[in-house]
């Protein structure tokens, strides 16, 4: 009978062979993390570096949504500095598209594991009892 671990490690899971990747907001919410008194034109900044670091160490190339991110980052940064917004505007504006984007991630990977769950082989428990030279053998699967 055939097995597969998963584990759940910091937001990844690891099956067998494969594991997911990090997700373009990540980068952004691990600068705001590290540094809380961070700038939003720093955390810009250091998100980026994270992200196309990652990408290159990786050797990945960056998704449209990844890369549209990290232009509306960059944007929500210059309108801090051209006095269009608050710098507590725009953090707080990230915060939100944070919090919403790491909702979906979190749906999608409970969605990928309930679907590594639903093709993994049933567990069967069975027992027998024995009369004479007869045995019954009752299976039940779960």
């Not at 590290?34 to 034109?41: D, R």
């Amino acid at each position: 009978m055939k097995r597969i671990l998963i584990i759940f490690v910091f937001g990844l899971f690891v099956t067998g062979c494969e594991t997911t990747t990090i997700g373009y907001h990540e980068h952004y919410s691990n600068c705001m993390t590290i540094s809380s008194g961070a700038s939003i034109e720093e955390i810009s900044k250091c998100g980026k570096e994270k992200r196309l670091t990652y990408l290159s160490d990786t050797d990945q190339k960056g998704s449209l949504e990844g890369d549209t991110y990290m232009l509306w980052v960059d944007l929500l940064a210059k309108s801090v500095k051209d006095g269009e917004i608050s710098e507590t505007q725009a953090k707080m504006t990230l915060l939100e598209k944070q919090q919403v984007l790491a909702s979906n991630q979190r749906d999608r990977e409970l969605q990928a594991l309930q679907n590594t769950i639903n093709t993994m082989p049933k567990t069967y428990n069975c027992s027998s009892t024995g009369y004479g030279s007869t045995v019954y053998t009752n299976c039940t699967g779960y």
